[in-house]
Every structure is written in structure tokens, then in C-alpha cells.
């Protein structure tokens, strides 16, 4: 019994020490100009705030000097659109633009458990040149975004026999 309490206090001394990571990408996504849906897949729950990396691209100057993006995030929690991100930039036409938004995990746990333990991230960017006017060798608007956070990998333990004397043998399965 003294070594299971002692295995058991070290798994809470040094739990933060088994964390794992989440981190998946969507990969780059051009002609964005529509609302464009991505999903990550087997997201676990997290006690823990999750950062959404986000890279993206728009069109500037156009024809008449217009040099500015806008840029929209949502995640989808039971059906609904939760923003992350309404944001504007100007002078970085045709160049990536990095920001880092920050999901609460009670909005990113809904999300996964209102998906099917997916997270489902819904994007718009709009500039000012006509869909697809490009940057080149880009169909703008681009983006590519990354979802990364720590999460404590979960047992589901089952005591074999739940009437075990002191001094007695425990076994978990």
C-alpha cells in the first residue's frame, strides 16, 4: 500500500511532466476569399488555453493602391460561429502576415465535443483586388494556420478486486 501511495503522489508531484503535445496544421490554403472551413482532427480535451498560429496573404497594391487585409476566424461550437479573430492590416500587400490568437479551452473543448472530438475553424480574408488577382505565385488570399497546446494524456484505470486487505496486492488493468 506504502509503494502505491507513493507511485500515486509522484503521478501528482510530476504530473505536468507527462504533458503531451497537440499540434496540427492545416497546411496552405489559397483562393481563401470565400469562407473557407478547415478541421483538426483528434483533438483531446485540454484544461489548458490552446494558440492558434496563424500565417496569412492578401493582394495589395491594387490597381488603385488599395493595400489592406481582413481577416475573420471562427470556430464552430454546436453549430455556431465563436469569433477568434476580426482583425485589419494594411501595408503588407503580398506579404505573409504571422499573428497568434489564443482559444479558451472551455471554447476549444466545446468545439471538440460539439465535432465529434474535432475542432472545425471557419476563415475569411478580403482585400482589394478581385478573387484570385494574386501575388505571385499565389492565388490570394492564402493562410495557414496551426494548432498547438499541451494536454495531460488520460487512464481509464479498473481496480480487479475492490476488497483488497492491508498489505493485500492491487492490480490495475
Request: overall charge negative.
Amino acid at each position: 500500500m506504502k509503494k502505491l501511495i507513493l507511485f500515486l503522489l509522484s503521478i501528482v508531484s510530476f504530473g505536468s511532466s507527462f504533458g503531451q503535445t497537440y499540434n496540427q496544421s492545416t497546411g496552405q490554403v489559397c483562393g481563401a476569399y470565400y469562407t473557407t472551413y478547415r478541421t483538426f482532427t483528434g483533438t483531446p480535451e485540454t484544461p489548458v488555453d490552446a494558440t492558434l498560429s496563424f500565417n496569412w496573404l492578401y493582394c495589395g497594391p491594387n490597381y488603385n493602391g488599395n493595400n489592406y487585409g481582413n481577416l475573420d476566424v471562427y470556430i464552430i461550437v454546436n453549430g455556431d460561429w465563436v469569433t477568434i479573430a476580426d482583425m485589419s492590416d494594411s501595408g503588407h500587400g503580398c506579404s505573409w502576415v504571422s499573428e497568434e490568437f489564443t482559444i479558451p479551452a472551455a471554447t476549444l473543448n466545446a468545439a471538440l465535443n460539439s465535432n465529434a472530438g474535432n475542432v472545425e475553424i471557419a476563415v475569411s480574408i478580403s482585400d482589394g483586388c478581385a478573387a484570385g488577382y494574386g501575388c505571385n505565385s499565389y492565388s490570394d488570399p492564402c493562410f495557414n494556420a496551426t494548432l498547438n497546446y499541451t494536454y495531460a494524456p488520460s487512464a481509464n484505470l479498473v481496480v480487479d478486486n475492490a476488497n483488497t486487505c492491508i498489505g493485500g496486492e492491487v492490480i490495475f488493468s
